[in-house]
Protein backbone atom coordinates (compact mmCIF):
# COMPACT_ATOMS: atom_id res chain seq x y z
CA UNK A 1 0.00 0.00 0.00
CA UNK A 2 1.08 3.59 -0.98
CA UNK A 3 0.19 7.08 -0.30
CA UNK A 4 -2.48 7.65 -1.25
CA UNK A 5 -2.56 10.16 -4.20
CA UNK A 6 -6.21 11.77 -3.95
CA UNK A 7 -6.23 13.97 -0.71
CA UNK A 8 -8.18 17.13 -0.39
CA UNK A 9 -7.34 19.73 0.77
CA UNK A 10 -9.66 21.36 3.98
CA UNK A 11 -11.53 23.55 1.41
CA UNK A 12 -12.67 20.57 -0.51
CA UNK A 13 -9.87 21.33 -3.48
CA UNK A 14 -7.61 18.03 -4.80
CA UNK A 15 -4.08 18.12 -2.80
CA UNK A 16 -1.33 18.89 -5.79
CA UNK A 17 0.88 15.80 -5.81
CA UNK A 18 3.93 17.37 -6.05
CA UNK A 19 2.97 19.53 -2.28
CA UNK A 20 3.90 16.03 -0.92
CA UNK A 21 6.38 14.10 -3.74
CA UNK A 22 9.84 13.48 -2.31
CA UNK A 23 9.09 15.50 0.92
CA UNK A 24 8.99 14.38 4.23
CA UNK A 25 5.82 14.56 5.93
CA UNK A 26 4.30 14.96 9.58
CA UNK A 27 0.91 13.93 9.34
CA UNK A 28 -1.21 14.34 12.40
CA UNK A 29 -4.86 13.95 13.34
CA UNK A 30 -6.03 17.44 15.01
CA UNK A 31 -9.08 18.61 16.96
CA UNK A 32 -9.81 22.43 17.93
CA UNK A 33 -11.61 21.57 20.91
CA UNK A 34 -8.88 19.03 22.83
CA UNK A 35 -6.29 19.52 25.76
CA UNK A 36 -3.59 18.68 23.55
CA UNK A 37 -4.85 21.32 21.17
CA UNK A 38 -2.31 23.48 21.76
CA UNK A 39 0.58 21.30 20.04
CA UNK A 40 -0.33 23.37 16.82
CA UNK A 41 2.10 25.71 18.08
CA UNK A 42 4.86 23.75 18.02
CA UNK A 43 3.69 22.26 14.74
CA UNK A 44 4.00 25.88 13.14
CA UNK A 45 7.32 26.02 15.19
CA UNK A 46 8.22 22.40 12.92
CA UNK A 47 7.21 23.56 9.94
CA UNK A 48 9.24 27.01 10.36
CA UNK A 49 12.46 24.95 11.35
CA UNK A 50 12.36 22.20 8.69
CA UNK A 51 10.41 23.63 6.03
CA UNK A 52 13.09 24.84 3.89
CA UNK A 53 14.66 21.28 3.89
CA UNK A 54 11.79 19.19 3.05
CA UNK A 55 9.02 18.71 6.17
CA UNK A 56 5.89 19.52 4.89
CA UNK A 57 3.37 19.29 8.35
CA UNK A 58 -0.21 18.32 7.29
CA UNK A 59 -3.08 18.27 9.86
CA UNK A 60 -6.01 15.65 9.57
CA UNK A 61 -9.01 17.37 11.30
CA UNK A 62 -10.91 14.28 13.48
CA UNK A 63 -14.00 14.47 15.20
CA UNK A 64 -13.85 10.82 16.55
CA UNK A 65 -12.68 11.84 20.17
CA UNK A 66 -14.75 13.32 21.92
CA UNK A 67 -16.43 14.98 19.47
CA UNK A 68 -13.26 17.52 19.64
CA UNK A 69 -13.79 18.84 16.08
CA UNK A 70 -17.13 19.75 15.54
CA UNK A 71 -17.06 22.52 13.09
CA UNK A 72 -17.59 23.12 9.26
CA UNK A 73 -13.71 23.06 7.16
CA UNK A 74 -14.36 27.31 7.50
CA UNK A 75 -14.58 27.22 10.81
CA UNK A 76 -11.63 24.23 11.24
CA UNK A 77 -9.63 26.89 9.06
CA UNK A 78 -10.64 29.94 10.85
CA UNK A 79 -9.42 28.56 14.50
CA UNK A 80 -6.45 27.44 13.38
CA UNK A 81 -5.00 30.57 11.71
CA UNK A 82 -6.42 32.69 14.16
CA UNK A 83 -5.46 30.94 17.41
CA UNK A 84 -2.00 29.22 16.09
CA UNK A 85 -0.90 30.60 12.83
CA UNK A 86 -1.65 27.90 11.19
CA UNK A 87 -0.26 28.17 7.46
CA UNK A 88 0.75 24.63 7.00
CA UNK A 89 -1.87 21.97 4.67
CA UNK A 90 -4.76 21.15 6.19
CA UNK A 91 -6.82 18.27 4.81
CA UNK A 92 -10.59 17.58 4.90
CA UNK A 93 -12.14 15.80 8.05
CA UNK A 94 -11.17 11.96 8.07
CA UNK A 95 -11.82 9.20 10.30
CA UNK A 96 -9.39 7.58 11.32
CA UNK A 97 -10.06 4.61 12.95
CA UNK A 98 -13.28 2.29 12.43
CA UNK A 99 -14.88 0.64 9.70
CA UNK A 100 -14.92 4.21 7.97
CA UNK A 101 -10.96 4.62 8.44
CA UNK A 102 -9.90 6.84 5.68
CA UNK A 103 -7.70 6.02 2.73
CA UNK A 104 -4.64 8.17 4.53
CA UNK A 105 -4.98 6.43 7.69
CA UNK A 106 -5.31 2.78 6.11
CA UNK A 107 -1.98 3.47 4.94
CA UNK A 108 -0.76 5.30 7.94
CA UNK A 109 -1.81 2.58 10.44
CA UNK A 110 -0.95 -0.25 8.44
CA UNK A 111 -1.20 -3.50 10.82
CA UNK A 112 -0.67 -1.47 13.80
CA UNK A 113 -3.20 -0.58 16.43
CA UNK A 114 -5.82 1.95 16.53
CA UNK A 115 -5.10 6.03 16.73
CA UNK A 116 -5.67 6.79 20.68
CA UNK A 117 -6.54 10.21 20.08
CA UNK A 118 -6.05 13.86 18.74
CA UNK A 119 -2.70 14.40 17.40
CA UNK A 120 -1.25 11.57 16.71
CA UNK A 121 1.82 11.31 14.80
CA UNK A 122 3.25 9.88 11.85
CA UNK A 123 6.52 10.38 9.80
CA UNK A 124 6.30 9.95 6.42
CA UNK A 125 9.91 9.68 4.59
CA UNK A 126 10.90 10.77 1.21
CA UNK A 127 9.80 7.46 -0.46
CA UNK A 128 6.48 7.71 0.93
CA UNK A 129 6.88 5.32 3.40
CA UNK A 130 5.87 5.54 6.88
CA UNK A 131 9.11 5.86 9.27
CA UNK A 132 7.99 7.16 12.77
CA UNK A 133 4.59 6.80 14.54
CA UNK A 134 4.12 9.03 17.67
CA UNK A 135 1.40 9.11 20.82
CA UNK A 136 -0.20 11.98 20.95
CA UNK A 137 1.28 12.73 24.20
CA UNK A 138 4.48 13.25 22.26
CA UNK A 139 4.71 16.91 21.96
CA UNK A 140 6.28 18.51 18.59
CA UNK A 141 9.55 19.38 20.19
CA UNK A 142 10.49 15.30 21.47
CA UNK A 143 13.50 15.01 20.84
CA UNK A 144 12.90 11.23 19.45
CA UNK A 145 10.39 13.30 17.21
CA UNK A 146 12.75 15.71 15.51
CA UNK A 147 15.13 13.16 15.39
CA UNK A 148 13.00 10.66 13.18
CA UNK A 149 12.13 13.95 10.98
CA UNK A 150 15.92 15.18 10.73
CA UNK A 151 16.76 11.30 9.82
CA UNK A 152 13.95 11.13 7.09
CA UNK A 153 15.41 14.42 5.55
CA UNK A 154 18.54 13.55 5.41
Same mark, same amino acid.
Given at each position: ?5 ? %? @? ?39 ? @?????? %? ?23 ? @? ?65 ? @? ?7
Amino acid at each position: MSLPNN %L @ATLDGKPLAPETLAGKVVLFVNVASQCGLTPQYSGLVALDK @AYGDRG %LVVVGVPCNQFGGQEPGSPDEIQDF @AKNKYDVEFTLLEKQDVNGPNRSPLYQFLVGEGEDIGWNFGKFVVGRDGEVVGRFDPKTPPDDAALK @AAIEQALG
